[in-house]
């Protein structure tokens, strides 16, 4: 380079600011735009979600129905691992800060790990419309919570309970568990919507989570639920009833192998004990040895021939 009239610029020309840490307010937004993005984008087909047929898996992400009902179809199942692994490690690390994208853009069917609709629960968002403030312009309708009627979504810290598949927003369900916690001590409280029982400290699921702890609880709540032989809508895990009866079933297949082998080795030790009984008396080994083969082809003929003639017969 050189001697075309030009000029090589030094680093201190082109980096015009020193490289920074975002700041607080910066992560926020960062964290907000993609909560926003994860509450209206499907993460298998990047396609809309559609709240009102909606379904979420045991993480608290959100799909829409008709995604899931594709994957699960014959054949249809995605099984390359290209960014599968980043994705979830994306998700697992929520809330412990060492990435702002918490929530990932782009899955695989296969890495949701979802092998059937028991493994996902359909959610019922509630519409409202506000009141007309001001002017006699009608209010646009939204999703809001049943009880405290704030709008749901990226803004809101949102849950849903299992089974019955109810939104609410989080503050809704702490406040009315807390005081059925004053009046009981059991863990069963009621949907606000239907009444359908619930557990309090397992059956609540943050929609998205950011939280590590959350995060924590609810994949110690599907591992409970496994060893339970349940998915996590609490229905019964046909996958594992399966696996059972598959093991079961090879187990009585090889105690019956060798219940047969045992048999065939008793028969045939109660056969050479009976000819070497017949035997016995010849001294000389080898001629012992003979003789006893020759009683063994003469048994075996005996037999044949038994066989034959009840053939006959």
């Known amino acids: 380079m050189g001697n075309d009239g030009g000029s090589i610029p030094k680093r201190r020309e082109l980096v015009k600011e020193a490289a920074r840490n975002p700041t607080v ?18 993460p298998i087909s990047s396609e809309p979600i559609d709240l009102e047929s909606v379904v979420s898996d045991w993480r608290g992400r959100l799909y829409n129905y008709e995604t899931i009902l594709k994957g699960l179809m014959p054949g249809a199942i995605d099984d390359s691992e290209t960014n599968n692994t980043n994705s979830d490690d994306k998700t697992n690390n929520a809330g412990n800060g060492e990435s702002p994208t918490i929530f990932a ?13 028991r493994d996902v629960v359909k959610l019922k968002f509630k519409r409202y419309t506000p009141p007309p403030t001001g002017s006699s312009k009608k209010e646009k309708e939204i999703f809001a919570c049943p009880v405290t009627l704030k709008e749901l979504g990226a803004s809101t810290k949102s849950v849903y309970l299992v089974p019955c598949g109810h939104v609410f927003a989080e503050q809704a369900i702490q406040m009315i568990t807390a005081t059925e916690t004053s009046e009981t001590t059991t863990e069963k ?28 609880r609810l994949a110690k709540r ?11 809508s609490l229905k019964k895990d046909k996958s594992a009833s399966k696996e059972k009866k598959k093991n079961k079933r090879t187990a009585d297949e090889a105690n019956a192998n060798g219940e047969e082998k045992e048999s065939k080795k008793a028969k045939k030790s109660a056969a050479l004990d009976s000819i070497s009984t017949r035997v016995s008396g010849i001294n000389n080994p080898a001629t012992a040895a003979l003789t006893a083969r020759v009683l063994a082809d003469q048994d075996e003929a005996m037999k044949r021939r038994k066989l034959a003639a009840a053939g006959l017969r």
């Open 25 to 42: 307010s910066e992560l926020k937004a960062t964290i907000f735009e993609s909560l926003n993005h994860a509450w209206t984008h499907d």
């Open 105 to 117: 853009t782009e899955l695989s069917f296969a890495s949701t790990g979802i092998k059937s609709l």
């Open 222 to 232: 599907m591992e409970d639920l496994k060893a339970k032989g349940l998915t996590h």
């Open 189 to 216: 409280e009621a949907c606000p919507e239907c009444s359908e029982p619930f557990n309090k400290s397992e059956d609540v699921i943050p929609i998205l989570p950011t939280d590590k702890a959350d995060i924590q």
